[in-house]
């Protein structure tokens, strides 16, 4: 596609329930982001995939998060036993890292509902 | 003027003038930044980057500051619009790993 593709646009479930959120980045692009924006605030830096190095997953909040980048495109972010406090919108980035320093193209994001 | 709310901090300006968004970066060895703008239910659009080499940078109606002694980015823009109204976020990046600031929501009044 031309731009970023994150999908489902809207979830609810039910709190204790697992949801996967998934991304479709630019092709081509080697870098992959995922962030969290809650209501009204910034955004919470969660994960990020670099080609074929190790992801640094330094900003996942809890164990009940995981991510994954299958043949350096998809991204599937995994949440289990989802708590209503990951209520957000989670936002994928992808782009194209040459030198460094490079545009990143956002997604409309997945907004997820715990109930 | 500029104020700190619940939430994001807000900058109010009259449609015509400047204005000045600023962002307070937190690691020296970043290798570039970048200035994000986010209207509602989207996602954040690229609007500017400069490498940290450089100081300033200007595109059409805005322009870049890096201070780095201060660790201080501005982006300044030139007679705001209406449409420019939307969350404004910074963001540094370090080989392609990027983190964002806070975010600064800008409000043009006509």
């Known amino acids: 596609g031309a731009g970023v593709s994150q999908s489902p646009s809207n979830k609810v479930t039910e709190k204790g329930k697992d949801v996967e959120l998934r991304c479709d980045p630019i092709s081509g692009h080697t870098a992959l982001y995922w962030y969290r924006q809650s209501l009204g605030q910034g955004l919470e830096f969660l994960i990020y995939f670099q080609g074929n190095s190790a992801p640094d997953k330094s900003g996942l909040p809890s164990d009940r998060f995981s991510a994954e980048r299958t043949g350096g495109s998809v991204s599937t972010l995994t949440i289990q036993r989802t708590q209503q406090e990951d209520s957000a919108v989670y936002l994928c980035a992808s782009s194209l890292l040459a030198s460094g320093g490079a545009e990143a193209f956002f997604g409309q994001g997945t907004r997820l509902t715990v109930v | 003027g500029e104020s700190v709310g619940l939430h994001l901090p807000t900058l109010s300006v009259q449609e015509g003038d400047n204005s000045i968004i600023n962002c307070a970066y937190s690691n020296s060895a970043s290798d570039y930044f970048i200035w994000y703008k986010q209207e509602s239910g989207k996602g954040p659009q690229f609007i500017i980057d400069?490498?940290?080499?450089?100081d300033k940078r200007q595109g059409q109606r805005v322009t870049v500051l890096l201070n780095k002694t201060v660790k201080h980015l501005s982006l300044q823009i030139a007679a705001t619009q209406p449409g420019d109204s939307a969350v404004y976020f910074c963001a540094e990046g370090k080989k392609g790993d990027m983190r964002f600031g806070a975010g600064t929501r800008l409000t043009v009044k006509p």
């Open positions: 400069i490498r940290s080499n450089m």
